[in-house]
């Protein structure tokens, strides 16, 4: 028989059981839709942390104490991280640009009637460019400001947008912790960096939210947050990241290597990778699972099948088919029922994934690899699986079937 001939009989043989077809796609239609989804989804969040990435920089590194390491400090058992710190980098590492030490207080921000609970970011001039953040109006904090303890204020997009109503906030007075601050400038907007909102931004200098806001101080100094660095170019953050680590770990008297967290754009990348190769065997697993039970349903499907269709299969034998032919037929429609229901999966995890897009803003990217990857295991799950019930029906007596037929 020609395979024209075997299609057109394997087609017929399936839509001539809709409901059972149906449901013995069901396994595969769910594994495919599942698959499909969370394999844009998870695409989508790889692309758009890469972007986050990319707007972050290349250069730039994160200096910061373990959580263990701060609270010994809190216990006075350690030296906290300090302003002395980032002045000393400055003074003793190379290849560095800029260094930006960064103090972060939760207050409330109030204009007349408008009151917000945000992050206030004590720092200096250099947080601008190693955090790549661009002015919209006015300027940004300036040595001056700092090295007079100013009550001034730069605000983020979102910030300007919820007390100020997208109308130009320069010089105007808002208060934090009952000071009054003059606005000198605003920030452009720039978007989430993870689960941070950049836009929500408040700054301030180092020296005012220390003195000012903090409303506690350390006998060693200025305590930071975090010490953001900018090294000259992508080759030296390497050598850069060792050179700040073992000056880090001398000054603060440890040779526990944890106490000191330095973090660059690759490191942060490599670990967004392992949550997504985690993500990823996960979405296997669930794979595998789902095209095993669909393949089992198509096996016991098409065994019933084999015993409701005994008459037609002697009929077909005695007018001269060959076991061969009976074989290739059933094999057919088991990886033509597997192929069908890959396609109706693949066709309602894309609607998934426009939905979830549409109505709840979950950045998506559509993997036609994973599409065509999927269509081609669910046919081999099909023909694996098809196999045993085919051999049944090659085997049988022609003269035994055509007695129930």
Do not use: C
């Amino acid at each position: 028989m020609k395979l024209s001939d075997h299609l057109k009989m394997a087609t017929s043989a399936i839509l001539s059981h809709k409901l059972r077809s149906g449901l013995t796609m069901l396994g595969i239609i769910i594994g495919n839709a599942s698959v499909i989804g969370m394999v844009a989804v998870g695409e989508g969040a790889r692309k758009a942390t890469a972007e986050q990435f990319e707007a972050l920089g290349p250069n730039v590194l994160f200096v910061s104490l373990s959580s263990a390491r701060v609270r010994r400090t809190l216990s006075s058992e350690a030296k906290p991280l300090l302003l002395e710190d980032a002045e000393a980098i400055g003074e003793l590492i190379p290849n560095l640009t800029n260094i930006a030490p960064e103090i972060h207080i939760n207050q409330l921000i109030t204009y007349q009637d408008e009151i917000l609970d945000t992050s206030i970011t004590g720092t200096t001039p250099d947080y601008l460019p190693v955090r790549n953040f661009k002015i919209e109006k006015g300027r940004f904090i300036n040595n001056i400001d700092v090295q007079r303890n100013k009550r001034v204020v730069v605000l983020g997009a979102e910030i300007v947008e919820k007390l100020f109503n997208n109308k130009n906030p320069i010089g105007k007075q808002i208060r934090i912790k009952n000071t009054t601050f003059e606005v000198i400038g605003t920030l452009a907007k720039k978007g989430a960096l993870f689960d941070s909102n950049q836009d929500n931004k408040v700054i301030v200098p180092i020296t005012t939210a220390q003195h000012q806001l903090r409303g506690w101080n350390s006998p060693y100094g200025i305590v930071l947050n975090t010490i953001a660095l900018l090294a000259k170019d992508q080759n030296s953050v390497d050598a850069v990241k060792f050179q700040v680590k073992n000056l880090m770990l001398l000054r603060h008297g440890t040779s526990r290597e944890n106490d000191v967290k330095i973090f660059s754009q690759n490191s942060l990348l490599n670990m967004a990778e392992e949550t997504n190769a985690g993500l990823k065997q996960m979405l296997g697993a669930i794979a595998f699972i789902s095209l095993l039970v669909g393949g089992i349903g198509v096996m016991n499907i098409m065994l019933v099948s084999v015993k409701e269709r005994t008459g037609e299969i002697g009929l077909r034998k005695a007018l001269g088919a060959t076991p061969k032919d009976i074989l290739g037929q059933f094999i057919l429609e088991a990886i033509l029922l597997a192929t069908f229901g890959s396609l109706l999966g693949i066709k309602v995890g894309l609607g998934g994934v426009f939905i979830a897009h549409l109505f709840f803003s979950i950045a998506a990217s559509i993997s036609i690899p994973s599409i065509i990857i999927a269509v081609s295991v669910s046919g081999s799950v099909g023909l694996f699986f098809g196999v045993f019930p085919a051999q049944q029906a090659a085997k049988l007596d022609p003269i035994i079937a055509l007695k129930s037929y």
